[in-house]
């Protein structure tokens, strides 16, 4: 069974940095996956951040934190990574890594497997 885990959630300063981790088992590879990260905020909606596919069918973010936040993997490892630069009071939220979707996709109700989240909280 699929089993995804963040970490690297916590406290931080308006334009500050974090790095959320998601280690994935339960499968031999992930490498051939498109995973993604989204997040979702007290009352809101649970929204797209970033997704990364397979074989160098590259990246994509979200509008609101383009050039600020970096998706990546290590298929050696199992693990994606979400590098978020330059923090802001929104980007307040749990942050959940998801798996299993078409190419590209930044619906959520495309992603079979879920983590549990790790929450990020931008103080100002």
């Known amino acids: 069974q699929v089993r995804l885990v963040e970490s690297g959630g916590g406290l931080v300063q308006t334009g500050g940095s974090l790095r959320l981790s998601c280690a994935a088992s339960?499968?031999?590879?992930?490498?051939?996956?498109?995973m993604g990260w989204f997040r979702q905020a007290p009352g809101k909606e649970r929204e797209f951040v970033a997704g990364?596919?397979?074989?160098?069918?590259?990246?994509y973010y979200a509008d609101s934190v383009k050039g600020r936040f970096t998706i990546s993997r290590d298929d050696a490892k199992n693990t994606m990574y979400l590098q978020m630069n330059s923090l802001k009071a929104e980007d307040t939220a749990i942050y959940y890594c998801a798996s299993d979707a078409p190419v590209r996709s930044m619906a959520s109700a495309e992603y079979k497997y879920w983590g549990q989240g790790t929450q990020v909280t931008v103080s100002s």
């Open positions: 990364i596919s397979w074989a160098g069918r590259g990246t």
């Open positions: 339960g499968r031999r590879t992930f490498s051939f996956d498109t």
